[in-house]
């Protein structure tokens, strides 16, 4: 019996003998596979020393071995551990080139960047990881990449996070570095900008890594989508001061207060898409101001009725926008008696017993046009000419020739400033010597900067200023010269009553989008720095406007 047991116990032993030597690698110093064993154990048991001895043996014997990509490999990571950065440098571009799979020559890539990061060239160690197919590494090598990167990151200065932008696997890396770089400055701001873009593009980003310290305002946010960069800058910075102006007075007067985010749409209509189509799946994005111009304005107007977000225009004009739906807004000045006003003083005031008229076919200046050449006709005076121009025209000489012979007293020019400022040295230029009369739309800074002598003693209405009787617009121009050292504009006021329209939601409870849409919805007439105004189509005339006279290249109040 005994002797029964002991040849069973012998047999398994031959066999588990037998089993291992053929399973195992032979570890040897005459065989590839020999030398690879140790050098592998000798690195897995920390002598870095042996394990780099072996595998530089192994590349001398065997150079034409296909683990010779793997053993370069193996000599550059035990050179690294021993600090022998250059070498380690060689031997990791030797294993990328001989590199025969897409693993290898992933792994032979993040050992390189590990090198030139130990090196202390950041950049170039970024570089390679960027250009590294992360997916072609095993599960270890990734997170050894993720967490490269990000340390790397954090070492890098602001400069190229913000102008070496990344693409691939490592650019919700650049974004969560900068996120977090943001929310350090105390500019929660972009920290929140940054944040909302990690979120469109990587939703499950902020869920694995986590998020910044620090606090999410409570109360939402309100953007302001403008193009300060580009075409219509100048007059985007003048809505913008106004919408600024409004938020720090209101800062002291409400308990809870949203933060306002500003976006650069750039005039582009990409832009303003992918901004839109941001902010609306976005709870924390209350309302938005803009855009500014009505083109641009119907480009998100479908897009924020999509998304039940209120949006409010402060200067786009078309109509067009009113048919969009309830959270689709413009704000409406009211304009309907400014031609009446100037006619009045043109023929009471001025004396004018013959006038002409040149405006613009747009229905705006044409009903200007015909108001004040009815009070005109009503007052006992005379229009001896009426010409209209085109659109986008510059050259009048047309419209000029045929009221010059009727030797008019005056001139009413219904148009905005710029056309102003085109019309008045060319009226100059064909000897028309008449006293020049304008709307509210000559209420802008180029017509004194770039009029000049030819708009000298021309007469407009303003619809607000310092010397205007309406308490919000005397309230609103005081405080305005005071932060910017300048007179306020009209798209300046306008921006200011858009962003007060939206505030006085905040008087009460924290609103919702959509108490936000309703507080907006039961919104009448709005006495603001403009004056009178509205939401939609609807304008409330109003009898009378301050009237101002430029006088030695200033504007001065006539009383």
């Not at 398994?12 to 570890?27: N, Q």
């Not at 944040?195 to 869920?207: K, S, T, V, W």
């Not at 007439?525 to 609807?538: D, E, N, P, Q, R």
Request: net charge negative; charged share 20%.
């Amino acid at each position: 019996m005994k002797n029964c047991i002991l040849l069973s116990l012998v047999t398994v032993l031959i066999f588990l003998v037998v089993s291992i030597m053929g399973c195992a690698p032979v570890k040897d110093e005459n065989s590839p596979e020999g030398l690879t064993a140790l050098a592998e154990g000798a690195f897995s048991s920390g002598d870095v020393s042996a394990s780099l001895r072996y595998y530089s043996r192994a590349i001398e014997d065997f150079p034409d071995n296909p683990l010779y990509s793997s053993w370069q490999f193996g000599r550059g990571r035990s050179l690294l551990a021993l600090d022998r950065l250059e070498e380690a440098s060689e031997a990791a571009l030797h294993s990328l080139r001989s590199a025969i799979d897409s693993h290898g020559k992933a792994s032979a890539m993040l050992l390189l960047s590990q090198v030139k990061i130990e090196q202390g060239s950041f950049r170039n160690g970024i570089e390679t990881l960027s250009n590294m197919q992360q997916d072609h590494l095993d599960r270890g090598e990734s997170e050894s990449a993720v967490e490269l990167i990000r340390l790397t990151l954090e070492k890098v200065d602001m400069d190229y996070l913000t102008t070496e932008p990344s693409t691939g696997w490592t650019e919700v890396f650049f974004l969560l570095e900068l996120e977090n770089r943001y929310a350090a400055e105390g500019n929660t701001e972009r920290a929140i900008l940054t944040g909302m873009e990690i979120d469109r593009l990587f939703p499950e980003a902020h869920q694995r890594y986590g998020r910044p310290v620090f606090a999410i305002h409570e109360d939402g946010f309100v953007a302001l989508i403008l193009p300060l960069s580009g075409e219509g800058s100048t007059y985007a910075e003048r809505v913008r001061s106004g919408v600024d102006l409004a938020f720090e007075m209101s800062s002291g007067l409400f308990i809870s207060l949203p933060f306002l985010i500003t976006f650069d749409c750039s005039g582009d209509s990409a832009d303003i898409e992918e901004i839109l189509n941001s902010l609306g799946p976005n709870p924390s994005c209350l309302a938005v101001i803009g855009p500014l111009t009505s083109r641009n304005a119907e480009l998100a107007a479908p897009l924020a009725q999509r998304w039940s977000l209120p949006m409010i225009t402060p200067a786009a004009t078309s109509s067009e926008l009113d048919d969009y739906g309830n959270y689709v807004h413009r704000l409406v000045v009211s304009q309907g008696d400014d031609a009446a006003a100037v006619a009045e003083y043109a023929v009471r005031n001025a004396g004018c017993r013959t006038l002409a008229i040149i405006h613009e076919f747009t229905s705006e200046s044409v009903a200007n046009a015909e108001q004040f050449s009815s009070v005109v006709q009503e007052l006992g005076s005379e229009i001896v000419g009426m010409e209209g121009y085109e659109s986008g025209s510059t050259d009048y000489k047309d419209q000029i020739n045929a009221i010059k012979y009727q030797q008019p007293e005056g001139i009413f020019l219904p148009v905005n400033a710029w056309d102003a400022i085109q019309l008045a040295p060319q009226l100059r230029f064909y000897r028309v010597e008449s006293q020049l009369f304008g709307t509210s739309g000559w209420d802008d800074e180029i017509l004194l900067e770039q009029g000049g002598e030819y708009v000298e003693g021309a007469v407009f209405p303003v619809s607000f200023g310092s010397a205007s009787m309406n308490p919000a617009t005397a309230r609103f121009s005081y405080f305005y010269e005071r932060k910017y050292d300048s007179m306020p504009t009209m798209l300046a006021a306008q921006g200011y009553d858009t962003a007060e329209i939206i505030l006085n939601a905040w008087k009460g409870s924290i609103p919702s989008r959509s108490s936000l849409e309703n507080h907006l919805e039961t919104l009448n007439i709005y006495f603001g720095a403009t004056g009178m105004c509205t939401l939609g189509s609807v304008s409330i005339p109003r009898s009378a406007f301050p009237l101002v006279r430029v006088i030695d290249g200033e504007i001065v109040s006539i009383e």
